[in-house]
């Protein structure tokens, strides 16, 4: 885990101290940012929509987003425990079962930085299954930059982003 990586960083450069209060400064942000939303449990659905308009469910860590967004008290909906079939983290989801994302938040795990991938989010306004999952119709889709928050520091400067777009 993203804890582990970072110890055994600080070990190999003979910085473990910093690399334990990189973790700690973490943890408190978590922490507060926890308390700043209260979040309680909230569920939020947390997708991808790739290239040729394919769209991937986040039910579950380890990448970033989605265990930054457990750590902080939030729910996925769907949950890993939900489906069937996920994978890492991620479960492919065909258009039929686009309903599963029926959070009254949508955070879009998006990069600019992949071929095609801004204009697939954007081909999904003209599916009605998309447009009228409960967030879409709402208003309420945060996207956030699926690689922009690499390593410790990336993980850090992702809370406070959360903590903006979903406050």
């Known amino acids: 885990d993203h804890a582990e990586r970072i110890l055994a960083l600080g070990d190999t450069f003979d910085r473990r101290s910093r690399a334990e209060a990189a973790l700690a400064d973490l943890d408190e942000a978590i922490a507060a940012g926890a308390g700043t939303l209260n979040a309680g449990g909230r569920a939020v659905s947390v997708a991808t929509v790739y290239p040729g308009s394919t769209v991937a469910a986040w039910v579950d860590g380890p990448i970033d987003v989605p265990a930054t967004l457990l750590?902080?008290?939030f729910t996925l909906r769907p949950g890993a425990t939900d489906v069937e079939g996920e994978e890492g983290g991620r479960l492919y989801l065909s258009n039929e079962q686009l309903?599963?994302?029926?959070?009254?938040?949508?955070?879009a795990l998006q990069s600019d930085l992949v071929a095609g991938e801004p204009e697939a989010l954007e081909a999904m306004a003209d599916d009605p299954l998309w447009s009228g999952l409960p967030a879409v119709a709402g208003g309420k889709v945060v996207t956030i930059d699926r690689l922009g928050y690499p390593g410790i520091a990336g993980r850090r400067?992702?809370?406070d982003d959360l903590v903006a777009r979903l406050g």
């Open 99 to 107: 309903d599963v994302l029926d959070a009254d938040t949508l955070v």
């Open 71 to 73: 750590a902080m008290g």
């Open 157 to 159: 400067r992702l809370v």
